[in-house]
């Protein structure tokens, strides 16, 4: 709940400047006015409120900090010296001011800007010091607290710019997950399709009863593909949809996904062991989807006439084999490999598992094999 109230006041701050330009102008105001207020010793001239004023009028610049931060800075120069200069007010015990303009100028301003502000810091804060005490002490004190007020800046900017690219990254990141199941869904419809309406015409000639069974898993694999991809386009216009991250499926659906591909002449056999009930929803769908990849090469490439998807759960490890019994695989020279197997190795591998393919038993066939952690219950939560 704390971490999460921080999170939404950086998010109001972003949408409102002004306001918390304004906030700290108020209380830096509220900073300077103490000296003001508490009593000062017999032998001093009592406070005026010309000088007061004079202060106020060395802090208002501030609301402008962000928008104009060297203009500022000069600003809050040039009152800070007309006060010390024209009139006999009560001292601060910081620059408050300063101290605020040169962070901000760390943060936002170019490299020209920030080496300006060491200039002028460099004959401002000995001059200053000159007409306050002349001493020592002085100015290395102040000296240290301008050089903490810029480093603490520069090390906002880095951090800024840290969560920048890790925004880059993960945006990056969620295209290329949204690529894959894109591709996952249009490339297993496709080749189901495909390969149901080239053997349809045969089937019209030869067993029109085939024919329509073709026909009516054409229309449902298409339907399937436009309800998974209106889902996803549909999250993805949804801009206050949970984690904006696209419904997955889930092994329940697995089912449903064989019968289609048993509708296209493969014969799937389905075998599941250990318990597949309170899998995390990520590894289900990951599980889902390599499934349907290694099914969606057999139907194109391995002119098979079987295959078996077997999903086993054994302890802490969850293990999707899918294995036909086809030409098994070729090699074309200068021909990279396919996107379908690079995709299934990257969705194991980020749930720190693996996925190989290659010939299967004896060397007949092809078998695709990932092996993926279950996380505890613990780790799911965490």
């Known amino acids: ?5 921080v999170g939404q006041a950086r998010e109001w701050g972003a949408a409102h400047p002004w306001a918390v330009d304004a906030g700290l102008a108020l209380l830096v105001q509220a900073a300077v006015t103490m000296p003001f207020v508490v009593p000062r010793p017999p032998e001093l001239e009592p406070a005026t409120w010309s000088a007061y004023g004079l202060t106020a009028l060395t802090v208002l610049p501030l609301v402008w900090r962000r928008r104009a931060p060297m203009a500022v800075l000069l600003a809050v120069l040039a009152t800070s010296a007309l006060y010390r200069l024209a009139l006999e007010g009560p001292g601060q015990p910081l620059p408050y001011q ?10 936002l301003a170019p ?4 080496a300006v502000t060491a200039g002028l810091l460099l004959v401002a804060v000995p001059v200053s010091v000159w007409l306050n005490t002349q001493s020592a002490r002085e100015l290395t004190f102040s000296l240290f607290v ?9 090390l906002t900017d880095a951090r800024q710019r840290a969560h920048l690219v890790e925004a880059e990254r993960a945006a990056a990141r969620e295209r290329a997950r949204i690529a894959r199941e894109m591709h996952d869904i249009l490339s297993h419809a496709v080749s189901l399709m495909i390969v149901q309406a080239e053997a349809g015409p045969v089937a019209v000639r030869r067993a029109p009863e085939r024919a329509e069974a073709a026909f009516e898993a054409i229309s449902a694999t298409g339907r399937d593909a436009m309800d998974q991809l209106r889902r996803m386009l549909g999250v993805l216009r949804d801009e206050d949809s949970g984690d904006g991250r696209s419904p997955q499926p889930d092994l329940a659906e697995l089912p449903a996904l064989l019968d289609r591909v048993r509708a296209g002449g493969l014969d799937v056999r389905y075998e599941t062991s250990g318990g597949l009930a309170g899998l995390p929803a990520p590894l289900a769908a990951t599980a889902y989807r390599i499934a349907q990849e290694a099914l969606t090469n057999t139907v194109r490439h391995a002119r098979a006439r079987t295959a078996t998807v077997r999903i086993d759960r054994s302890g802490v490890l969850l293990t999707v084999l899918v294995r036909d019994d086809g030409r098994g695989p070729r090699t074309t020279p200068g021909r990279a490999a396919g996107h379908g197997l690079a995709g299934m190795r990257e969705r194991a591998a980020a749930h720190g598992g693996t996925a190989t393919a290659g010939p299967g038993p004896d060397g007949r066939g092809f078998e695709v094999r990932a092996e993926l952690p279950v996380p505890s219950p613990a780790e799911v939560g965490a």
Request: proline content about 0%.
């Open 146 to 154: 301008f050089a903490a007020a810029y480093v603490l800046g520069r």
């Open 1 to 5: 709940m704390r971490i999460r109230g």
């Open 98 to 107: 300063g101290l605020l303009c040169v962070y901000t100028i760390a943060v």
């Open 111 to 114: 490299a020209w800007q920030r």
